[in-house]
Antibody
């Protein structure tokens, strides 16, 4: 069974940092591109970043460029999102999701980890 | 880049057909995917590549995409279908960005 489990969320002050992790299981992690998607309270889904299978290509939504870094460790079966210079508008539930190989959709999602940026 | 427009809400009686649209200029040239999200839960893929269904998704869920509008159709709507629905495309313009629609709240009357 495919599972994605996020961790690392919490309360942080504006300007602070957090590192989110995603632990996949039930599939060969290293052959899938992965994505982070967030959802602010009461709002819709917003794609944040994605990373190719070998980590060679990474892409970000403009609002997080230069502040967030997506990375992966295929040997450790882990996906990460390093979030620096956090702003109140980064408050959201952060989901990791698997990109459906060969297509451009997300076939499996974690349950999400909440991030609150507040003083 | 794409801006996907969805109606904020759609209401339908049980047993009827719900149609949720996702609009953008020439969206018919892209693959559109649809997600269902119930309160407090993660999104679930219900239709991909315009009209394909993942395993485990009922045949009542179908999709189409042509011209400037993609449509998610839910036939014989059940109370359990009440949820938010989001369309999604991959912006192939060169930015490698993913775009979601604003979401549609489906209410089963």
């Amino acid at each position: 069974e495919v599972q994605l489990v996020e961790s690392g969320g919490g309360l942080v002050q504006p300007g602070g940092s957090l590192r989110l992790s995603c632990a996949p299981s039930g599939f060969t992690f290293g052959i899938y591109s992965m994505t982070w998607v967030r959802q602010a309270p009461g709002k819709g889904l917003e794609w944040v970043a994605n990373i190719k299978q070998d980590g060679s290509e990474k892409y970000y939504v403009d609002s997080v460029k230069g502040r967030f870094t997506i990375s992966r460790d295929n040997a450790k079966n882990s996906l990460y999102l390093q979030m620096n210079s956090l702003r109140t508008e980064d408050t959201a539930v952060y989901y990791c999701a698997r990109e459906n190989g060969g297509s451009t959709n997300f076939d499996y999602w974690g349950q999400g980890t909440p991030v609150t940026v507040s003083s | 880049s794409y801006v996907l427009t969805q109606p904020p809400s759609v209401s339908v009686a049980p047993g009827q057909t719900a149609r949720i649209t996702c609009g953008e200029n020439n969206i018919g040239s892209e693959s559109v995917h649809w997600y269902q999200q119930k309160p407090g839960q993660a999104p679930v893929l219900v239709v991909y590549d315009d009209s394909d269904r993942p395993s485990g998704i009922p045949e009542r869920f179908s999709g189409s995409n042509s011209g400037n509008t993609a449509t998610l159709t839910i036939s014989r709507v059940e109370a359990g279908d009440e949820a938010d629905y989001f369309c999604q495309v991959w912006d192939s313009s060169g930015d490698h960005h993913v775009v979601f629609g604003g979401g549609t709240k489906l209410t089963v009357l």
